[in-house]
């Protein structure tokens, strides 16, 4: 095995993997009612394919949109559509939901039939089968993959990244499944390197992870083109900026995409759901979710459905332990607190943390400029100054100082021994600058 590699910056927070990095992933019954989002991906939300009182089967499509940046989204179960309504997605929004009252009977959409053998399928036909199946990046970014998949001409991809780092604390979803599933990981590899026309992929594991990376050298054995590439354990190396930066040395520019450097980065579970639509024409109807945190009786990783309340998943880990005083969709620096259990697992979700107890925020106090959030940037940015004239509402200065550039992972915030707020200010300048970019482009 090769030594580590990794990048400039960063953080090394205490892991807590250690609560279900040794547990198994266990299917979750489906519920009895399930709400799901007509938006869980960058892009143009779904228009609904679908009317209240339709009977419809697992797998079907239920919501589509004729815009390129956008995925499809399917029916989780058989049932009933109950209604068509506004709910709040994890990150705040509202947005139009299905909502289907389980049948219980699993019964099979017609559409869902194995494909071809991947040796008979050419590029175009895995990518329309990406497409169909509604897959998005699962690491969290939920970009379309059928779109990341189709770079323009005169971007030259030269290799395919798999992300199996998974820095943040608590999650061990993709480490299970790279685990217990190693040769999906590898099939879907394999089925998007075809799709890009490239001969040569990497797969990024951290050395906190020795148990998968063995597992997917094993796999990929036979494979020439695949590697695996063992890199450090620390935060953010899933960030695929980092991650380009760790395996191939480039870096991505501050305002262009890893397509610039030609490469395309994917994550191992958005590999292995490739899989599944290709060898079983399964749609993306569900997801692994690590419930997790010390506020969980029975820390696991679940196999859920799309559109299942959190309420439930908890409760499906054994509920609550003791009195809960924050719970959390995603990863304790990125994820998001959530104050309502009837929010549901939609396609970005990597887990669901419960804690007791709320880390004492101390007030915030001048900067010391000291430069720990200076070395701690992987993205080479000054957060402070950056914080700094966004909280003066100097928006176009920050982005001349790289703003967009900044991949939001929180390590200045984490290191601040004066305990600003930088990343917060930080969101705001890169918000405003977003919305007055989109604002000239319609």
Do not use: W
Not at 26 to 32: D, E, G, I, N, Q
Not at 38 to 64: E, M, R, S, T, Y
Not at 144 to 166: F, M, Q, V, W, Y
Not at 403 to 421: I, N, Q, T
């Amino acid at each position: 095995m090769s030594t580590a590699r990794t990048f400039r910056g960063g953080i090394h927070p205490v892991g807590y993997k250690e609560l279900t990095s040794g547990k198994a992933i266990v299917t979750m019954p489906a519920p009895a009612e399930v709400i799901v989002p007509l938006k869980q991906h960058v892009g143009a939300p779904c228009q609904p394919l679908v009317k209240k009182g339709d009977v419809v089967n697992k797998g079907q499509k239920i919501g589509d949109s004729d815009e390129f940046i956008a995925a499809p989204v399917h029916a989780p179960v058989s049932g009933v559509v109950k209604a068509i309504q506004p709910c709040k997605e994890p990150h705040g929004a509202i947005v139009q939901a299905v909502v289907i009252e389980n049948d219980g009977e699993e019964r099979l959409d017609p559409s869902i039939k194995p494909h071809p053998d991947l040796s008979q399928l050419d590029a175009e036909a895995i990518k329309n089968i990406v497409r169909e199946a509604g897959i998005v990046g699962l690491g969290g970014a939920t970009f379309p993959t059928h779109a990341k998949l189709s770079p323009p001409r005169d971007k030259k991809i030269e290799a395919l990244i798999i992300n199996g780092c998974e820095c943040e604390p608590y999650l061990t979803c993709d480490h299970r499944l790279m685990v217990e599933e190693p040769e999906r990981v590898v099939f879907g590899t394999r089925a998007l390197m075809k799709a890009l026309g490239i001969e040569k992929a990497f797969i990024g594991i951290e050395t906190n992870k020795p148990d998968a990376i063995a597992a997917l050298e094993k796999a990929s054995a036979e494979y020439p083109g695949i590697e695996v590439i063992p890199v450090a354990y620390k935060y953010p190396q899933g960030s695929e900026r980092q991650l380009i930066t760790t395996i191939t040395g480039k870096q991505v520019p501050a305002n262009g995409l890893p397509m610039d450097v030609g490469i395309v980065v994917n994550n191992v579970e958005t590999a292995a759901a490739v899989q599944a639509a290709i060898e079983t024409g399964m749609p993306l109807i569900e997801r692994v979710v690590t419930v997790s945190g010390e506020g969980v009786k029975d820390p696991q990783n679940l196999l859920v459905r799309i559109g299942t309340p959190i309420g439930e998943v908890i409760a499906a880990a054994g509920g609550f332990s003791g009195t809960p005083k924050q719970v959390i969709i995603g990863g304790p620096l990125t994820g998001v607190a959530q104050s309502d259990m009837l929010v549901t697992v939609t396609k970005c979700n990597t887990g669901i943390l419960v804690f007791n107890e709320l880390k004492k925020t101390n007030k915030p106090e001048p900067c010391i400029r000291c430069g720990r959030c200076v070395d701690a940037c992987p993205s080479y940015l000054m957060p402070s100054t950056l914080a700094n004239l966004s909280d003066f509402g100097k928006f176009d200065q920050a982005v001349e100082m790289g703003l967009l550039a900044c991949v939001e992972c929180g390590s200045c915030s984490y290191v601040c021994p004066a305990h600003r707020f930088l990343l917060q200010s930080i969101l705001v300048a890169k918000q405003e600058v977003e919305s007055e970019l989109y604002k000239k482009t319609c």
